[in-house]
Nanobody, 124 residues
Framework: QVQLVESGGGLVQVGGSLSLSCAAS????????MGWFRQAPGKEREFVAA????????SLADSVKGRFTISRGNAKNTVYLQMNSLKPEDTAVYYC?????????????????WGQGTQVTVSS
């Protein structure tokens, strides 16, 4: 079992920044890859970013490339999502998740454990 707790969400103006964190517990953190997904009201959950076990490989959705960065601190059992130049369309509940099947996974079906999510609202 893995427990995931996201934090760092909130209300920010267009062009602003937020840094999300996801703290993991229950298993050796470095044994699984991590991902961030988001779900906007009335829409399906979508992939945002993923990072490998070591942090050496990352993947970002086209919609966030150049604005978001994913990283992890294995010593702190935490994965981060730095979000810059935020847009209204980034408004969503953001979820972190773990998977151990692939080096990097962009499809949510590969992910086994999910956090409860943190709300990000970008106001114009």
């Amino acid at each position: 079992q893995v427990q995931l707790v996201e934090s760092g969400g909130g209300l920010v103006q267009v062009g602003g920044s937020l840094s999300l964190s996801c703290a993991a517990s229950g298993r050796t953190f470095s044994s699984y890859a991590m991902g961030w997904f988001r779900q906007a009201p009335g829409k399906e959950r979508e992939f945002v970013a993923a990072i490998s076990r070591s942090g050496g490989s990352t993947s970002l959705a086209d919609s966030v490339k150049g604005r978001f960065t994913i990283s992890r601190g294995n010593a702190k059992n935490t994965v981060y999502l730095q979000m810059n130049s935020l847009k209204p369309e980034d408004t969503a509940v953001y979820y972190c998740a773990t998977q151990s099947r692939l080096i990097i996974a962009t499809i949510e079906g590969y992910y086994d454990y999910w956090g409860q999510g943190t709300q990000v609202t970008v106001s114009s």
